[in-house]
């Protein structure tokens, strides 16, 4: 599994932005869902969206410029972490351009808070290295050993919640195989069902018509 360690934070603290009628730096298509407000937070690279749930399976579509929020590693693009009241949900990347990613996903009554991770957030970027932090004398200099402790494990967690959101869409892929068998076998035995009636039919007519004669 890659490693990836925190460096530096740009910058430290919260940028609040309250109202549904605030102007979002990204697109938001929703049904059954209404976003109330959102936080930028610079020092885990998130945004912290206020939602309220309407309709059960609510739908969030949002469309991010790349300048604004993306999910890059080691010039590629990675993964979004999206957490929903504290739990990990999977997702769909529904468009990917050079300037532009799409995600959707679905909300269920009750929640009320969705955080998505990236790694850059307005230009401001998680820097990523594979070296051991504890022989950069540079690093060294600018953290405590409690904080370059602290950034490890938030890796670490992080990167833990990707396996699980992978995991999590295997699983759903494998829900939807199910689903699609069941489906056909349902047609199938439909089919059987019918072609049986009509021979029972049949037998029927050819015994009426003996009684009758």
Do not use: C
Not at 98 to 110: A, K
Not at 168 to 180: G, M, T
């Amino acid at each position: 599994m890659r490693k990836m360690i925190f460096v530096i934070f740009a910058i430290l603290g919260t940028v609040s932005i309250l109202g549904a009628d605030a102007v979002t730096p990204f697109d938001v298509t929703s049904d059954g869902v209404t976003i109330q407000s959102h936080q930028l937070d610079y020092e885990t690279m998130s945004i912290i969206f206020a939602v309220e749930v309407s309709e059960s399976p609510g739908t969030l579509k949002i469309a991010f410029d790349r300048d604004f929020f993306d999910a890059i590693y080691q010039g590629h693009d990675d993964e979004f972490l999206i957490i929903v009241d504290g739990e990990l949900i999977s997702y769909s990347e529904v468009r990917n351009t050079p300037y532009y990613r799409t995600i959707q996903f679905e909300l269920h009554d009750g929640v009320d808070e969705v955080e998505i991770f990236g790694t850059s957030i307005k230009g401001q970027i998680i820097e990523q290295n594979t070296e051991s932090l504890f022989d950069n004398d540079v690093i060294n200099s600018q953290q405590s050993e409690q904080e370059l402790d602290e950034n490890e494990e938030l890796v670490n967690q992080m990167e833990q919640l990707k396996v699980e959101n992978l995991e999590l869409k295997n699983e759903n892929e494998e829900l939807s195989n199910k689903i699609f068998d069941l489906e056909n076998l349902l047609d199938a035995m439909k089919n059987k069902i019918s072609d049986l009636n009509a021979i029972i039919m049949e037998q029927i007519k050819v015994i009426y018509t003996w009684i009758k004669f």
